[in-house]
């Protein structure tokens, strides 16, 4: 049996499948929506938006999964407490013939554009089994996904222009490195060194060499230089040299630039140098200033080891501070720099999972949606029920400046004054005026009884990330402490959800 | 192509291949070990151990994964920045031929046993390039497997005689999700509710309902009380339900009480409820009283909600004190809870990676094997060199007390003084006289060109992971501020490491 198949699920998934299939529930038309509720909280500081990815996964992954025979055979043969089989004949000839989930209907945010907590990314309508059965791959692929991108924006945020690699996947989740690298690249790297999964998304794998090359050469009798010239040899138009097995400074450097000056003589041009260890910034420096008078300005510095966006920003702070001390132009030495991240952006490091969830928000009934509320103790927990539609405000600006969700059968305009609601706080509200905003409807339909387009290059997903991005409020791009992006109800959504409180209370 | 091929893996395995190639070393033997350098630390707490896990699938994975037609026609089409192809003819024709990893052995730690830092846990021994090529599929198994194993064996900890459930398949990391499940299991969860995976690892899925339930029935004009019938109804020997959708004590709890009873009329014996929010410990206490008070002392209490081994910690700590307030007996309450345990054991909360490494530690020249050194900017980071044998020594009162690292050549004895030297402190040593412990070498040979013993059932794996645990000092079990396992070398392996970093200073 394929352990990625339909049963890469929960039990309670199935279970509950057969008490709707039991009462005649199992092909009521439901609707439910994907979100979360608060950004990564990375500790000592927090993000201020999502990226939103694993949807193109997710769609194929439906379009495949179904019940067939070793599906069939390995519900039937689990028991009950009482020793007699769990699920019912019926309820699996069912199952067998449904297939997997070609009665969904799924409209979601299009991958790769920005997200924000309590906003659908997704919503999922159709029969009530067939929309519960999805829950868990999708929660499964998408908060993953949608974590790494994120984490990967970040890095891309503060590296700036300069060339990000992920090279993660010694320290990926296993087959989740799959994930890993696919997000990294929606969310801001530039190259993997991944091989199998750069070729699957169509993008050349990148890489170095490592310590061990350095030490065999040196453990059967040859030297650090000897093995930077053979890797040059065999590489000379692709040479990037790690200096940091032995010292970086006083064997690393001095012999790779031996070995520089040597493609030179034979008209090839070296690439780079890689630093993985000691104090990154000030090396960079040291080596910057030593290539320089080599006479190889132009040698890229990969810096690695345990990056992230932070120690990339105090990478950068302390060579702004620290190069003209050492006679190097600060700013040129950025532009030669290259960030090889791999551990902390596959693991999202400071907040290691994303706590997206799937509810059911409405059910229809004689053709109208009921709204489904779950009452919590937490007040954020509380649902925003029904069957909904989700707006982008734009300002004046351009800058998209709330979401908002509205209900399906409201008409929502452009050309009249728009209040939006805080979706909590009943004091909180503003209003804008005509002119002074515009709206853009967020979710698109992907998938009825199949996906609906097939799946866009990588490229395409990384320039909605850049526009989304670009379009934030710079407070809201902010690495630390940033701005709050609004999220707000429309007041006619808000008055649904404050009646059934209410009602669910009373 | 299949992602997770022998191509699962970094570029840069690769170009250092060629570079081997070309300068004829590939087949010169070498020999890498895996080992991390130190125990998760989730911040506020750190691991004394970690359980080893991963590597049976690394085993079945090396059997399978070879260089195909596809796999070579993916590196084919790599290009270097010249535009010429990355990589030669004769080097893919070499891949080709060799196939996969048929030349290498590989000596382990028995898969579930517990694992120390700095402790060889894999070695390989082969052709340099097999070696060298192995290095990332076997980091990102074990890395992640290792590092989920062992938080779920400080979870089995915290949890006592309880049961523990995994059911974090939805915050898991893609297909990620699979190793999760697994380690989980190995390391301390005693049921998961992945059905494929579990079915795939031979244990019955186990899991309860979700909100969802009731909120459909709710939407639909039914009551709470309805759809815990509906479940009862279907489920009559395995009902557990879920009280907070609405209001843990004032809905969900009568509700289920009256479902209770009714079941026990018809003969069956309802199992238990779940509490998924608000003060589990408190709630679990008020749960319990009015259980009992119904004639339902049996009925399990299921608490969830991002538990990890510091908030069953709590919980049980708390309900302590509080219960007897309640005139609930604590004692007996714990024994009738349950923990299901999602997203906080399954990326491993407060340390969601593992740093393990693989290194070059000695290539065979001419029939005898030269250590390989690294020498780093941290004392942390210079290798334990040479061809070595792990031990795990055991005191007089039969608890592990240190795992000692030996060169392969030396007899290490029972019958003799036996001094254990700090690996980077030569002031630190101590000496065990004769009799007073006892040597057990660690590592097994477990692949020789082909894996030497099939997959083993999962519940071995559980053994040795208890036995293992059990035989350790307290000290070093405990959740918080354990003690620091020793882990040594011998004289002559300190002797060979110092004269090492002196010749590579020099």
């Known amino acids: ?93 069912y ?50 996904e949608t974590l790494i991108a994120t984490k990967a924006s970040r890095v ?37 060194s991944a091989v199998s999964l750069s070729h699957l998304l169509g993008l050349p794998a990148s890489g170095t060499h490592a310590h061990s090359l350095v030490q065999a050469f040196m453990a059967l009798g040859y030297s650090e230089e000897d093995a930077f010239r053979a890797f040059a040899e065999v590489f000379p ?64 510095i990969v810096l690695s080891g345990d990056l992230d966006e932070l120690v990339i920003w105090q990478i950068k702070s302390q060579i702004l501070e620290e190069a003209p001390r050492y006679g190097v132009d600060p700013d040129r030495l950025l532009k030669r720099l290259v960030y090889g991240v791999g551990t902390r952006m596959v693991v999202s490091w400071g907040a290691p999972a994303l706590g997206g969830v799937y509810k059911l928000v409405a059910v229809r009934e004689n053709g109208t949606w009921a709204p489904a509320m779950k009452v919590s103790n937490s007040l954020e927990k509380v649902l925003n029920p029904g069957h909904k539609r989700v707006y982008r405000v734009y300002d004046e600006r351009g800058l998209a400046t709330a979401d908002l969700l509205a209900l399906a059968e409201e008409e929502v305009r452009e050309d009249a004054p728009l209040t939006l609601r805080h ?15 515009r709206l853009e409807p967020l979710l698109e339909e992907v998938y009825r009884g199949r996906r609906l387009f097939p799946p866009l290059p ?17 407070g809201v791009r902010r690495l630390v402490n940033p701005h709050v992006y609004h999220v707000s109800l429309t007041e006619r959504l808000f008055a649904l959800k404050e009646e059934l409180v209410r009602r669910l209370e009373g």
């Open 1 to 93: 049996m394929d352990p990625f198949g339909i049963l890469y699920t929960d039990l309670y998934q199935l279970t509950m499948g057969q008490v709707y299939f039991r009462m005649g529930l199992h092909e009521k038309e439901a609707l439910f929506e994907a979100f979360y509720r608060r950004n990564p909280d990375y500790g000592a500081h927090q993000a201020g938006y999502t990226v939103f990815a694993g949807l193109d996964p997710l769609l194929s992954w439906m379009e495949e999964a179904r019940f067939g025979e070793e599906e069939i055979a390995a519900l039937r043969n689990l028991k009950s407490r009482s020793g007699k089989p769990l699920f019912a004949e019926d309820y699996l000839r």
């Open 95 to 144: 199952l067998k013939a449904m297939g997997g989930f070609s009665g969904l209907t799924l409209r979601a945010l299009p991958e790769g554009r920005v997200a924000h907590p309590q906003v659908p990314l997704v919503s999922v309508e159709g029969p009530l089994l067939q929309a519960q059965l999805l829950e868990t791959a999708l929660l499964n692929r998408l908060n993953y």
């Open 156 to 192: 891309r945020e503060a590296a700036g222009e300069a060339v990000v690699l992920e090279f993660g996947l010694r320290r990926a989740p296993a087959k989740g490195g799959e994930s890993a690298t696919r997000a990294s690249l929606i969310g801001g790297a530039n190259r993997s």
């Open 237 to 300: 138009d692709d040479a990037i040299l790690l200096l940091d097995t032995v010292d970086t400074l006083h064997s690393g450097l001095p012999h790779a630039i031996r070995v520089f000056e040597e493609l030179r003589r034979k008209g090839h041009r070296p690439v780079g140098v890689r630093i993985d260890s000691g104090d990154l910034a000030h090396l960079a420096i040291q080596v910057a200033r030593e290539l320089d008078r080599a006479g190889f300005p132009e040698v890229l």
């Open 423 to 437: 979706p909590t706080d009943p004091t909180k509200r503003r209003t804008l005026r005509p002119g002074s905003f």
């Open 458 to 474: 990588l490229e395409e997903l990384r320039k909605r990330r850049d526009r989304d991005v670009a379009l934030l409020d710079p």
